[in-house]
T-cell receptor, first 112, second 112 residues
Framework: DQQVKQNSPSLSVQEGRISILNCDYT??????FLWYKKYPAEGPTFLIS?????DKNEDGRFTVFLNKSAKHLSLHIVPSQPGDSAVYFC???????????FGTGTSLTVIP | DAGVTQSPTHLIKTRGQHVTLRCSPI?????VSWYQQVLGQGPQFIFQ???????GRGNFPDRFSARQFPNYSSELNVNALLLGDSALYLC???????????FGPGTRLTVL
């Protein structure tokens, strides 16, 4: 049972435009969410996180939005750069455990 | 600063064999988690250890076991290997246990 879902396997965006990656979850107990970026042959790299007490968190070009009522979060990258091309995973955790559930990933390609 | 390190990088085994994967966390991190990533999927949680005690276990058979040593490094053991165990095995460390997890490059296990 996939508790975290990324329904878009791939996304292509022009350099300089905004990239929006989406993630949905089913478990209402999730209260901590993270985004990771993964290049081939490397482990995932932490990008940005958000707890359920917030609905937005920014870090430079990266902003994560959380809509708890819709059980939806999104990652906005603006402006997108070719170096952002990678697979992006969202992950979620519930307070009662330290287990993180990952989505299946979205492959982002930023076209120069 | 050294990141999370894993060894070996690649490993080829045959069905029925046993394998041991190793992970050294970032200095100061006391929590280690193990994940299995099958091609095309997101990482699946296997175990978490914190202060040398098991804190969480994912939905994996008893053929999978792990331990954490006094220096916080960790081993993942898999017995009676099956073809379906072929995957990228990722180790992540964090401090304290609930915060962002930092991943190593992974061990690519191929079972023939």
């Amino acid at each position: 049972d996939q508790q975290v879902k990324q329904n878009s396997p791939s996304l292509s965006v022009q350099e300089g435009r905004i990239s929006i990656l989406n993630c949905d979850y089913t478990n209402s107990m999730f209260d901590y969410f993270l985004w990771y970026k993964k290049y081939p042959a490397e482990g995932p790299t932490f990008l940005i996180s958000i707890s359920s007490i917030k609905d937005k968190n920014e870090d430079g070009r990266f902003t994560v939005f959380l809509n708890k009522s819709a059980k939806h979060l999104s990652l906005h990258i603006v402006p997108s750069q070719p170096g952002d091309s990678a697979v992006y995973f969202c992950a979620a955790s519930a307070d009662t455990g330290n287990q993180f559930y990952f989505g299946t990933g979205t492959s982002l390609t930023v076209i120069p | 600063d050294a990141g999370v390190t894993q060894s070996p990088t690649h490993l080829i085994k045959t069905r029925g064999q046993h394998v041991t994967l190793r992970c050294s966390p970032i200095s100061g991190h006391k929590s280690v988690s193990w994940y299995q990533q099958v091609l095309g999927q997101g990482p699946q949680f296997i175990f978490q250890y914190y202060e040398k005690e098991e804190r969480g276990r994912g939905n994996f058979p008893d053929r999978f076991s792990a331990r954490q040593f006094p220096n916080y490094s960790s081993e993942l053991n898999v017995n009676a290997l099956l073809l379906g165990d072929s995957a990228l095995y990722l180790c992540a460390s964090s401090f304290p246990a609930y915060n962002e997890q930092f991943f190593g490059p992974g061990t690519r296990l191929t079972v023939l």
